[in-house]
């Protein structure tokens, strides 16, 4: 049976690999400088702040498979609150390398940051999914940590939360850009899954899939192509200026607009065939999209 560790505060983290806190609520650090001794026995520990880190070399703390990347000077790694990690299998005494950024929801409270962190979706990647930096982006990563240690280690004043609180919002538009990137530089990759995607959604709905499971939904095909939702999502979003969402009520709307002129189906048999529980949630969609219900649209013809 799995032993789950709630890390809840930010010095649990830092306590664990012997390394001093520099704010309850925030703090930044280069992990060579801690050495793991836990002795708790647990086999997965649970985030409840948020994490980043820049690994470097083979010496990861975050185990998961390398595939080949675009940039091999180093990896962020982000992690958000529920997030759990597995590290049963990190030897005592384990030297880390590479830095962290840690900081606690608490902190972004009355804060901008605070109102856009869902913007930021990349904290509920998978650890495959992670952002491979070039040695130029992972420099301004690197400052970006210096700031924010700087200011930190200043002392606290009624500016700090402020500057800080900017500092980490200003790095995570940065993280964006270079995801941003990360997705055009792997254009061929990101045009087949866009294809299994397309290829996958027609078949769903054109073999009885969606009759007997339910309107196709982003999670199922993110599965398929083992991917989160939202790194899915926001790859689809990227390569095709549309949702994944917007994708999958095209694509029942172009075969429903097809069974909607066959005379020997009623509109409720359509509805089902698609994967609606019920035939009103059909029409309104229909309606939303086309500007006609159903039954409007079979009767323009």
Request: hydrophobic share 35%; aromatic share 12%.
């Amino acid at each position: 049976m799995s032993i789950i560790k709630d890390l809840v505060k930010v010095d649990d983290y830092c306590s664990k690999f012997n390394l001093s806190t520099l704010h309850p609520l925030v703090s930044v650090h280069d992990l060579s400088d801690g050495t793991w001794e836990s002795q708790d026995h647990a086999d997965t520990v649970m985030y409840h702040f948020y994490g980043i880190f820049l690994k470097q070399g083979e010496a990861c703390v975050l185990k998961y498979g390398r595939q080949n990347y675009d940039y091999q000077d180093g990896t962020l790694v982000f992690l958000g609150p529920g997030q759990l990690v597995n590290v049963g299998q990190i030897p005592k005494n384990f030297k880390p390398a590479g830095h962290a950024l840690l900081f606690h929801p608490d902190l972004l409270w009355g804060t901008n940051l605070g109102k856009t962190m869902n913007d930021y979706s990349f904290f509920s990647y998978q650890f495959a999914e992670a952002l491979h930096v070039s040695q130029r982006e992972r420099q301004l990563v690197l400052d970006s940590f210096e700031k924010i240690r700087s200011e930190l280690s200043q002392g606290v004043d009624k500016h700090s939360k402020e500057l800080v609180v900017a500092n980490i919002e200003l790095f995570l538009k940065y993280c964006m850009r270079f995801y941003d990137r990360q997705f055009i530089t792997r254009e061929k990759e990101n045009l087949g899954v866009i294809k299994r995607f397309e290829t996958s959604l027609n078949s769903y709905i054109r073999t009885g899939k969606a009759k007997d499971l339910g309107t196709p939904s982003v999670s199922y095909f993110a599965d398929e192509q083992h991917l989160s939702s939202n790194y899915f999502g926001d790859l689809v979003k990227k390569e095709t200026g549309r949702s994944a969402n917007e994708h999958i009520q095209a694509k029942i709307i172009e075969i429903a607009k097809e069974k909607i002129f066959d005379p020997d189906k009623s509109l409720s048999e359509i509805a089902y065939e698609l994967g609606f529980k019920y035939p009103q949630h059909f029409t309104r969609l229909f309606k939303n999209k086309v500007g006609y219900t159903p039954r409007e649209f079979r009767n323009l013809n």
